[in-house]
T-cell receptor
Framework: GQQVMQIPQYQHVQEGEDFTTYCNSS?????IQWYKQRPGGHPVFLIQ?????EVKKQKRLTFQFGEAKKNSSLHIAATQTTDVGTYFC????????FGAGTTVTVRA | DSGVTQTPKHLITATGQRVTLRCSPR?????VYWYQQSLDQGLQFLIQ???????AKGNILERFSAQQFPDLHSELNLSSLELGDSALYFC?????????????FGPGTRLTVL
């Protein structure tokens, strides 16, 4: 069945630095969604990517969908303390499968 | 605030007991999804209801059951509770039945089984 893997599991970032989290699917996806969960909070929808090679930006966040629609990435530029949390990708094939998430901590 | 409400916020109970978690979807959303989030398992999909009918099943145990009522609120029933059932239980809702729809998550119910 479909599996969605996310790496890294943990990301410790110095404030102001960039980082990227990656999401890989065992199958070709129809679309991929990204969610953010703050500590103690619930997942919040960030964005959905549908087209092969699609790139979308939200301020300092850049989301990319691979050409083969089997992988995706989230790049955060100039990390801020407000970026702390766990970022989940969720790949849609015949159902939505969530990755295990990348938990981000920021050193001020 | 996602517009999805869940009650109770916290629940502490003993092994062997039965509990009911409640979820009200966003106004206009017909689909409700239940998820279990534990430290070692991540976010696990349990079950989906659409307009009162079961739509999809995930990793839901036989001791767990759910239903969606005519007013579209949903309940997740957990019985014969075990220590391993301690987790955060999220409800999410979306407009339609398709998994491609954006899901809006509620604040969750934290269940502790002692």
């Amino acid at each position: 069945g479909q599996q969605v893997m996310q790496i890294p599991q943990y990301q410790h970032v110095q404030e102001g630095e960039d980082f990227t989290t990656y999401c890989n699917s065992s199958t070709t996806l129809s679309n991929i969604q990204w969610y953010k969960q703050r500590p103690g909070g619930h997942p919040v929808f960030l964005i959905q990517l549908v087209k092969s090679g699609e790139v979308k930006k939200q301020k300092r966040l850049t989301f990319q969908f691979g050409e083969a629609k089997k992988n995706s990435s989230l790049h955060i530029a100039a990390t801020q303390t407000t970026d702390v949390g766990t970022y989940f990708c969720a790949g849609y094939d015949y159902k939505l499968s969530f990755g295990a998430g990348t938990t981000v901590t920021v050193r001020a | 605030d996602s517009g999805v409400t869940q009650t109770p916020k916290h629940l502490i109970t003993a092994t062997g007991q039965r509990v009911t978690l409640r979820c009200s979807p966003r106004s206009g959303d017909l689909s409700v999804y239940w998820y279990q989030q534990s430290l070692d398992q991540g976010l696990q999909f349990l079950i989906q209801y659409y307009n009162g009918e079961e739509r999809a099943k995930g990793n839901i145990l036989e001791r767990f059951s759910a239903q969606q009522f005519p007013d579209l609120h949903s309940e997740l029933n957990l019985s014969s509770l075990e220590l391993g059932d301690s987790a955060l239980y999220f409800c999410a809702s979306s407009v339609d039945w398709a998994w491609a729809d954006t899901q809006y998550f509620g604040p969750g119910t934290r269940l502790t089984v002692l």
